[in-house]
């Protein structure tokens, strides 16, 4: 394939062979004729290399927060049998033309390491690669493409913020879920429910008494027995695209603080992602789920036996813009979710039981 100074070569030699024969000046001829065989040994150099590569990419890590960006490692073996020429290495970004690296010539077996850093990163999933090793000519006028290895994943999750107190429920209605409250060293996920006339007292969470107005008690319950039930409202016409950043954002705190506290969760979306229940190490699987979330028309998936199968937590994010989606399927045995509510201005207003 030709370079743009390989395209100016050949429409040089064509421009001095057409003025050559209006003007019948020889030399012309011999410059088109010296610019045809200077193209043409290019093309011959490149044709005759032989080599070959095997490359492997590392992501450093390879799940980011949005707004972050991530090192991405390349390492170039040479499984030829004889040294490489010199190459330029082209790592892509979701198609773009990525990253330019120039390999030096490697001996037989030699391997070569080299990085780059993506920038910062919106949130999505986005494929680095595939590499696209480049070879071309001394004269830079004649250049081979070839595509090695494949494309590799790189998941942006929403940004989060820690937050403390989950909504949790003994199992009855009776015994109603309190809200999401963010907390400076909130690093626990606490099981609470409204007081109850015998109750101990010193059990009593103050700071979630002080925001609801009645006395929240903090149960006895082992983390690793909580389940926590998430699902995310992905209605166009529930957000446009800044709110459903912050429902997203939002979304992903609560799967991260059930994760700190050792809860199971579950995390669903009406646009009919459904991860199943998860322990708390492969909470990452929710927040993929998350990261290439994006907006639906029409009503979408039914949330069926949303709050069922054992969960202490049920915690739907929507929007105030629309009613929440349908729940489906009875949920006498499971908590009442609790609704948390994303303005369209992309603020959380208000957290809500859902009757």
Do not use: C, K
Request: glycine share 12%; aromatic share 4%.
């Amino acid at each position: 394939m030709l370079t743009a100074r390989g395209s100016g070569f050949a429409v040089a030699a064509v421009v001095l062979l057409v003025a050559a024969g209006l003007v019948g000046v020889a030399e012309l001829t011999t410059l088109a004729v010296a610019d045809l065989v200077v193209l043409a040994g290019a093309f011959a150099w490149v044709a005759g290399q032989r080599w070959s590569l095997a490359v492997r990419r590392e992501l450093h890590p390879g799940r980011v927060e949005a707004g972050r960006s991530a090192r991405v490692e390349l390492l170039v073996r040479n499984d030829g049998r004889r040294r490489s020429p010199t190459l330029v290495l082209r790592d892509g970004l979701d198609g773009s033309g990525g990253t330019r690296l120039r390999l030096a010539p490697l001996a037989p077996g030699r391997t070569e390491r080299g990085t780059y850093d993506t920038g910062p990163l919106p949130r999505g999933r986005h494929l680095v690669g595939p590499l696209e090793v480049v070879l071309g000519d001394p004269f830079g006028l004649v250049r081979a493409t070839r595509r090695v290895g494949g494309a590799s994943v790189l998941h942006a999750h929403p940004p989060t913020e820690r937050l403390g107190a989950l909504p949790a429920a003994s199992g009855t209605r009776s015994t109603s879920t309190v809200g999401l409250s963010p907390t400076p060293a909130g690093d626990e996920l606490h099981a609470l429910r409204l007081y109850r006339e015998g109750d101990d007292l010193r059990r009593v969470h103050w700071p979630a008494t002080a925001r609801i107005g009645e006395l929240v008690i903090r149960q006895d319950e082992a983390a690793t027995d909580l389940r926590v039930d998430v699902a995310v409202d992905l209605r166009e016409a529930a957000f446009d695209p800044p709110s459903l950043e912050a429902a997203l954002s939002t979304a992903a705190s609560i799967v991260a603080a059930a994760a700190r506290g050792g809860a199971s969760l579950r995390l669903r979306t009406t646009a009919g992602a459904d991860t199943g229940w998860l322990a708390a190490g492969q909470s990452a699987r929710a927040l993929d789920e998350l990261a290439g979330a994006s907006r639906h028309r029409g009503a979408g998936v039914a949330l069926v036996g949303f709050g069922d199968g054992g969960a202490a937590a049920a915690v739907l994010v929507t929007s105030d813009a629309v009613e929440a989606p349908p729940l489906r399927a009875g949920r006498s045995a499971g908590p009442a979710p609790t609704l948390v509510v994303v303005e369209r201005t992309g603020r959380l207003r208000r957290t809500g039981e859902v009757r």
